[in-house]
């Protein structure tokens, strides 16, 4: 069905042993977004440096902490930090988030994430929903982890993300009163942030916002059957797009601006 290199299989399983539990939603939280987690119940906290063979977080505002969290009598399960291509790990570690959730029996993952926004309506601070994926530099290596016939046998972009779990997500911020903008996210490898000509192309191919995770770990789950949704956190203009320099601490002082209405809609979305 879906591959998975042996030694990835043995994390999970050990991972697995340390809990019985079943979260309803699992959540990535992308750069700078982590703090989320103080806003929860925790029930258990594991450090990913203390897993054997766990790929280490390099990037400052990804703790590598996997967290079973419980809000309002919801159990989730977090990800306090992502495993990114650009890092240099291959597909097989960078979806190890994803086939835990899965393995845990979670219906839901939500991928939250740091963008550069390319659309003149997103501005720094906003909150962004994807409406669509565009992945199409990843998917090559991704036929190593989702064989052919698998993908071939399910019209598995049908609703994807969930247009279920989308409209949670919408209803959700309007509870709150939190704008949220909807649009396409476009991944694209790094590390290094993208040129003026990449995201002119990128806008022309209809690309609202551009991040460096997200398409491949939502392709991989979307595939595992569960219902997918992504916010991105607009942290800065896309090259070209304002002509300020991009630096990753920009991308974390934004994140944490939004923090306390990233936190909000959340905390809205779980009860939901
Ligand atoms: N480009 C790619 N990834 C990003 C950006 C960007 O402008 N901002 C935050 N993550």
Request: charged share 20%.
């Amino acid at each position: 069905m879906v591959n998975l290199n042996i030694k990835y299989k043995n994390i999970v399983e050990r991972l697995l042993d340390e809990f019985s539990y079943k979260p309803e939603l699992a959540i990535v939280l992308g750069s700078g977004l982590g703090d989320f987690v103080f806003s929860i119940n925790v029930i258990k906290s594991i450090d990913t440096c203390s897993i054997q063979d766990y790929p280490e977080s390099t990037i400052p505002g990804h703790e590598g902490k996997i967290i079973f969290g419980e809000y309002c009598g919801k159990k989730i399960l977090l990800f306090q930090g992502r495993i990114h291509f650009y890092e240099g790990y291959s597909l097989n570690e960078c979806i190890l988030p994803v086939f835990v959730s899965y393995k845990l029996n979670a219906q839901k993952i939500l991928f939250t994430n740091a963008a550069g926004g390319i659309n003149s309506d997103l501005n720094p601070g906003d909150l962004m929903l994807a409406t669509s994926f565009n992945g199409i530099n990843i998917k090559k290596e991704l036929a190593s982890l989702i064989p052919l016939p698998s993908i071939a046998a399910k019209n598995n972009f049908l609703d994807f993300p969930s247009s279920a779990f989308n409209k949670i997500i919408i209803s959700a911020a309007e509870a709150e009163h939190i704008k949220i903008k909807e649009g396409v996210y476009w991944f694209t490898k790094g590390p290094s942030y993208e040129t003026p000509a990449e995201i002119n192309m990128i806008n022309k191919f209809g690309g609202d916002a551009v991040g460096m995770s997200t398409v491949h770990e939502a392709i991989y789950a979307g595939n595992l059957g569960l219902k997918v949704s992504s916010i991105s956190c607009i942290t800065n203009y896309a090259a070209g797009i304002s002509h300020k320099k991009l630096n990753h601490s920009e991308v974390t002082e934004t994140a944490n601006l939004v923090k306390d209405k990233f936190e909000k809609l959340v905390k809205r979305v779980i009860v939901s």
